[in-house]
């Protein structure tokens, strides 16, 4: 059951098998927040009993609210069912991010600020004061890469846009039509930054510091790599491409 009052401020949560993080995860993004704020966790029939977390943690706080899918269908689809009912529950902006820690809810209250003057803000590891930790040499220049493939070939100047740390003032979130995003995987990140700029949205970078999980299992798998590979080219030269703009 998802409570649909307003709120001003929505964070939707994905979930598969954050057990460990989760209840950790709400306390912290809830620190950060306003008042006028809600927590949505969206799991994928979590194996490891995340889901059943997540219900008791709604049935003790008000402010937060689950949506149970059927199984794991990426990441793309747990965001869109969460947009979606956020923008029904009257959210001001919603915030993505991911339950594992990696992305600091510290950085939370600044994500947010940056709406009132833009209309996307995304947490950025690839500008001045932007970074990570605890990577290996071979994930940072596998992330760097794909950031750097997909501003080339979109032609955008935004420098993150694998990043997955967000917060988007509603309207302009609700100018993006959520039935014809297609990608299922991270590419899910860069379609949605590259539609936001091609409505002519503004869109800018705060610097973060991306920490890797410290609990729980890493989710990237091969395929939503080559997804990544070959879906970026489509979105801009598909059958279906978007009229160009950069930023």
């Known amino acids: 059951m998802v409570n649909q009052e307003p709120s001003g401020v929505w964070v939707v949560l994905p979930t598969y098998d954050e057990a460990e993080n989760l209840e950790k995860i709400v306390l912290a993004i809830a620190e950060r927040l306003p008042a006028a704020h809600h927590i949505l966790v969206v799991d994928d029939n979590s194996p490891d009993g995340t889901g059943e977390i997540a219900d008791r943690l709604a049935a003790e706080r008000g402010d937060l609210g689950v949506i149970h899918r059927a199984g794991k269908e990426g990441i793309g689809p747990a965001y869109l069912a969460g947009f979606a009912h956020a923008l029904a529950g009257g959210a001001e902006t919603v915030v993505q991010m991911d339950a594992d820690f990696s992305h600091d809810p510290a950085y939370l209250p600044e994500l947010i600020a940056a709406t009132r003057q833009a209309d996307l803000a995304i947490g950025s590891r690839y500008v001045r004061g932007g970074g990570v930790e605890n990577w290996g040499a071979m994930r940072r220049a596998i992330s760097r890469g794909g950031s750097t493939y997909a501003r080339m070939v979109l032609g955008v100047g935004v420098r993150d846009l694998t990043g997955g740390f967000k917060a988007w003032r509603s309207e302009a979130l609700s100018r993006i039509d959520l039935d014809q995003v297609a990608t299922r995987g991270y590419a899910f ?47 801009r030269f598909g059958p279906n491409e978007h009229a160009h703009k950069g930023s």
């Open 189 to 235: 990140q860069v379609e949605m930054t590259y539609r936001a700029l091609c409505a002519g949205m503004n869109v800018v970078e705060v610097p973060i510091v991306f920490k890797d999980r410290d609990l729980g299992a890493s989710k990237m798998s091969r395929s939503i790599f080559f997804e990544a590979i070959w879906r970026v080219p489509a979105l």
